[in-house]
C-alpha cells in the first residue's frame, strides 16, 4: 500500500506540473497563481502545497524535469578522459536545439522561460536558479575550451571566458528567436551552422604573407585566351 502511495503521490506531482506547463503558457507566471493552477488540476491548494513550497518551487521543479537531461550534457564534458570536448559541447547545444525542436514539452518550458516569466519578488528564486544554472554552464563551456587549447585541439584568439559567454548568447538567442516564429528558420540546421561558424570565427587569423624584397607581384591572368584577338 505505501508503494502504491508514493506511486500516486508522484503521478499528483506530475500531473501539477503539467497543468502549470499549460496556465503559465496561457496566462503568463506572474498572473498565475497556485489557486489557478488547482482549479485547472482538479486539486485544492492543499494538494498544491503539498508538493511545493510556492510558486517559484513550483516553476523550478518545471525547468528542472525538463533541462536537467541538457545541462548533465554539458557537465559530462569536464570528464578529463573525454577525448574532444569542445565538440562535446557542440553537439549538447546542437541537441538542446532539436529537442526545442521535436519535444513539444521542451518547446512549451523554453516558450515560458523566454517570453512568459517576470522575475518580480515571489519569483526570486527562480532569477537565481536561472543564474546558477547560467554560471555552471559558463564555467563548463570555459573550462572545455581550456582543455581543448591545452592539447592543442583549438587555437583561440579571445580568452576563454569571452568565447563561452558568446556560445551561451548564441544558443539562447536562436531558440528566443525561434520560439517567436518558428516558420521562419530552421533551427537544428542554421542553429549548427551559426555555432560552428562562430567557433572557426574566433580562430586565430593566418599570419599575412609578405612580399619578398624587390619582387614584383605577379600580373593578374585576364580570362578569353586568344578568343577576341
Same mark, same amino acid.
Do not use: C, M, W
Given at each position: 500500500m505505501a508503494r502504491r502511495t508514493k506511486e500516486e503521490a508522484q503521478a499528483t506531482? $506530475?500531473?501539477?506540473? !503539467? +497543468?502549470?506547463?499549460?496556465?503559465?503558457?496561457? #496566462?503568463? @507566471?506572474? #498572473? +498565475?497563481? /497556485?489557486? *489557478?493552477?488547482?482549479?485547472?488540476?482538479g486539486l485544492t491548494r492543499g494538494a498544491i502545497y503539498w508538493h511545493f513550497k510556492d510558486k517559484a518551487d513550483l516553476f523550478n521543479a518545471m525547468m528542472l524535469r525538463v533541462t536537467l537531461p541538457m545541462e548533465d550534457m554539458v557537465r559530462a564534458s569536464a570528464d578529463p578522459q573525454l577525448d574532444a570536448? %569542445?565538440?562535446?559541447? /557542440?553537439?549538447?547545444?546542437? !541537441?538542446? /536545439?532539436?529537442? +526545442?525542436?521535436? !519535444?513539444?514539452?521542451?518547446? #512549451? @518550458?523554453? *516558450?515560458?522561460? $523566454?517570453?512568459?516569466?517576470?522575475? %518580480? !519578488?515571489? /519569483? *526570486?528564486k527562480v532569477w537565481e536558479r536561472h543564474l546558477k544554472v547560467h554560471d555552471e554552464m559558463l564555467a563548463r563551456v570555459e573550462g572545455a575550451l581550456r582543455r581543448s587549447q591545452q592539447r592543442g585541439q583549438v587555437s583561440l584568439r579571445a580568452p576563454a571566458r569571452t568565447v563561452a559567454i558568446g556560445l551561451h548568447a548564441l544558443i539562447d538567442g536562436l531558440i528566443r528567436n525561434w520560439l517567436l516564429a518558428p516558420e521562419s528558420f530552421d533551427l537544428v540546421k542554421v542553429g549548427r551552422q551559426v555555432l560552428e561558424g562562430y567557433l572557426a570565427g574566433m580562430a586565430p587569423a593566418p599570419p599575412a604573407v609578405m612580399p619578398v624584397p624587390g619582387s614584383a607581384p605577379a600580373p593578374a591572368r585576364r580570362g578569353g585566351g586568344r578568343a577576341g584577338r
Open positions: 506531482r $506530475s500531473h501539477i506540473l !503539467d +497543468t502549470a506547463e499549460q496556465v503559465f503558457q496561457a #496566462r503568463g @507566471v506572474s #498572473r +498565475t497563481s /497556485l489557486n *489557478d493552477i488547482a482549479l485547472a488540476a570536448p %569542445v565538440e562535446h559541447i /557542440l553537439e549538447s547545444f546542437v !541537441d538542446a /536545439l532539436r529537442k +526545442t525542436v521535436h !519535444d513539444p514539452q521542451v518547446r #512549451r @518550458v523554453f *516558450d515560458i522561460a $523566454s517570453h512568459k516569466v517576470e522575475y %518580480v !519578488d515571489e /519569483l *526570486d
